[in-house]
């Protein structure tokens, strides 16, 4: 580039170096408006998931209140664990979410670093702890089962007792519904009542104090093994499940740390 005969030698470097300057600016800014264009798309995208979490979390807890002031008859059938109900399960479950929820959608309206990597830190213990559940689950499934017959025979002796009308019910609806009758054999119940006698939810036809007649008018079937082989008929949905949960939450650590990125983007080049 000649130098102009008007211009000073001074003068004309000046002028030359302004021009990478200027580049360099334009150059930022353009950056700076891409990184807050794709931040904003993230954060719409972010809110609306969370939002749907917050809210499918209301719903759970909604239903676990349900449960737990209208209907006994989901309490657990553990004596080991007698607050490990459907209830308390649900309402612990929808609680849980919705703080997450609630922690994802402030995180990005306010576009803060903070509330986002805590959101995405909780979603990814509990992605690691069902993880971790599963894979005992199939590891140990032997002593797993050992373990929960051994439990609910225990809790069998809870039956009829004070205090315990939503296990009552609880065996009372799976016998009856199952067609079953005690957890291994219906001999279970003759160790409760030390008599030949089963409840009269394991009658073949329901009347009352039929649970005293000839165990030809009872159910002859295990109702553990009888509700397992349900759950194994039923493994497709309950994989389907299962593989749902796992892709919303996958989603939700990619929307969170997605977004992360995109606010320490924008912080640097709009700085």
């Known amino acids: 580039m000649s130098r102009p005969s008007n211009l000073f030698f001074p003068e004309y470097l000046a002028q030359t170096w302004r021009l990478p300057a200027r580049l360099l600016v334009a150059t930022e800014l353009k950056r700076c408006s891409m990184a807050r264009g794709c931040l904003q798309g993230v954060k719409y995208l972010m ?60 995180g990005a309206l306010k576009e803060n670093k903070c509330l986002l990597l805590t959101f995405f830190v909780l979603l990814l213990l509990v992605f690691l702890l069902e993880a971790t559940i599963a894979v005992l689950f199939f590891a140990y499934s032997d002593k797993i089962d050992s373990y929960a017959q051994q439990d609910l025979k225990k809790g069998l002796h809870l039956y009829g007792t004070q205090g315990n009308v939503g296990l009552t019910n609880a065996w009372s609806i799976i016998q009856t519904d199952f067609r079953c009758c005690g957890v291994s054999n219906y001999t279970d119940w003759f160790e409760v009542y030390n008599a030949t006698r089963v409840p009269d939810s394991c009658c073949l036809e329901f009347s009352d104090s039929c649970g005293l007649h000839e165990p030809g008018t009872w159910w002859k079937s295990p109702c553990y093994e009888t509700v397992k082989a349900w759950l194994q008929e039923n493994l497709l949905a309950v994989g389907i499940f299962g593989l749902c949960t796992a892709l919303v939450q996958i989603l939700g650590l990619t929307f969170a740390m997605t977004m992360y990125c995109q606010v320490v983007k924008a912080d640097t080049y709009c700085a």
């Open 47 to 106: 809110f609306a998931f969370n939002l749907l979490f917050w809210l499918g979390g209301c719903g759970v807890l909604g239903v676990g209140i349900w449960l737990a002031a209208t209907q006994g008859n989901f309490a657990t059938l553990s004596s080991s664990f007698p607050s490990l109900s459907a209830a308390n399960l649900l309402i612990v479950t929808g609680t849980f979410v919705m703080a997450i929820g609630f922690v994802g959608c402030i």
